[in-house]
């Protein structure tokens, strides 16, 4: 599961209002190199939380992201656009569990999936 | 029975023999292959639509995520894509037809899309669904393994009436969905229920198997539409409306048959 994805995930359940951004319990990170294509990124930056990143980051052991939201003039840096890409689709969690930030309920992540299913009581 | 094309095409699509496969995931068959085909059909389109993120709901063996992927190809780079199925084995399956293609999608096991709901509303610019279908007994609807690919309830509409309105919620100003119905479905009335949404649609491949009538429709949103027009059609049923009503599904009528003479195959 790559952060991108991490980013545009939230708690399903039910009655939870604050379910985003999912806590996130590493067992195990992977890096896949991806080509970089800077239009992709230069759109993405105005959709994803940046907030909700950097932690993400930091939680996979990648610290090199501004921890403040940077000025969208950011985007022309070469330098910004390279460890943003590393952050958002390069490190992947693997292993591990994505926590919901309410009720701490655990959703797992096994083979680098998310599994977002709620039990009965939950929907 | 269907003829995958010269090496060319297939080139740019998931190959049969590269498809992983597992007892409790649905294997690729003939309505797979008919969106695979409305894919290709409308590719030139695609290309030119430049999609950024590109989701399939009910991903079951990954056949047309991969196809997806491989023919948008090198020819639009950075396009992410996203499959879900409720079936873990389904996901499983995906990621390793994926691989052995030499192609990526972030993988979710959830039902449809929940859990993507709120922060990707608006950011999906094409959503491909090959939903399950089949008219069922109603408590066959939402079963574990393989079931949950076809399993459609009444008149096999359950999940797809289910999946319609989150796909409105996740399809960006410029998206595009491709899915797949089945006569029984009643497609002219799910083009009508999207048109009060503000999609317009068009039938892309129809298709006859020995079993089934497949239509493989696609909707865009219509700005030209008012998404108001289901008051009108609904709470509010004075003549015109009825009027408008049936004229709608004249048109659609139409479009039918108008793509059935027009089949991409």
């Known amino acids: 599961m790559r952060l991108l994805t991490h980013n545009m995930l939230s708690s399903n359940i039910k009655g939870v209002t604050n379910g985003f951004p999912l806590l996130i319990e590493v067992e195990k990170v992977i890096e896949k190199p991806v080509d970089f294509n800077p239009d992709f990124l230069k759109n993405m930056f105005l959709k994803v ?8 980051s930091r939680s996979l052991g990648y610290a090199d992201l501004p921890e403040e939201t940077p000025e969208s003039s950011v985007i022309d840096s070469d330098d910004f656009l390279r460890k943003f890409h590393h952050a958002l689709l390069e490190l992947h969690l693997e292993e591990g569990a994505l926590v919901c930030p309410e009720t701490e309920r655990k959703f797992p992540v096994t083979k680098g999936i998310p599994n977002m299913l ?3 009581d939950e929907v | 029975m269907h003829n995958r094309g010269s090496n060319k095409i297939s080139s740019r699509i998931a190959q049969i023999r590269l498809v992983s496969s597992h ?3 649905y294997e ?5 292959f008919a969106l695979v085909d409305a894919l290709l059909a409308d590719r030139s389109n695609l290309l030119e639509h430049r999609p950024t993120l590109c989701m399939e709901v009910g991903c079951g063996s990954g056949y047309v995520i991969a196809s997806l992927a491989l023919m948008l190809g090198e020819e639009v ?3 992410q894509y996203i499959a879900t199925d409720t079936n873990r084995c389904a996901v499983e399956v995906t990621h390793e037809t994926l691989q052995a293609h030499g192609v990526h999608a972030e993988l979710i096991n959830t039902d449809i899309a929940s859990g993507l709901e709120k922060r990707l509303a608006g950011l999906i610019d094409v959503m491909v669904v090959n939903p399950p279908y089949v008219p069922t007994p109603e408590d066959e609807v939402g079963r574990e393994g393989i079931a949950s690919a076809w399993a459609g309830g009444e008149n096999g509409r359950r999940v797809i009436d289910k999946i319609l309105p989150i796909a409105d919620k996740l399809l960006s100003d410029r998206g595009w969905l491709y899915m797949v119905t089945l006569t029984t479905n009643n497609p002219s009335q799910i083009c009508l229920q999207m048109r009060e949404k503000g999609y317009a649609s068009r039938i892309i491949v129809q298709r006859s198997t020995e079993e089934e009538s497949l239509h493989i429709i696609k909707f865009w949103r219509d700005f030209g539409i008012k998404p108001d027009a289901k008051e009108n059609v609904t709470v509010n049923r004075t003549a015109p409306a009825r009027i408008l009503d049936t004229l709608l599904s004249q048109v ?8 059935g003479t027009s089949n991409s195959s």
């Open chain 2, 77 to 79: 780079p950075g396009v």
């Open chain 2, 23 to 25: 007892p409790e995931v």
């Open chain 1, 49 to 56: 939380d940046w907030k909700a990143l950097v932690d993400a």
């Open chain 1, 118 to 120: 709620l039990h009965e």
């Open chain 2, 252 to 259: 659609h009528w139409l479009s039918l048959k108008k793509s």
């Open chain 2, 28 to 32: 690729p068959c003939d309505d797979s």
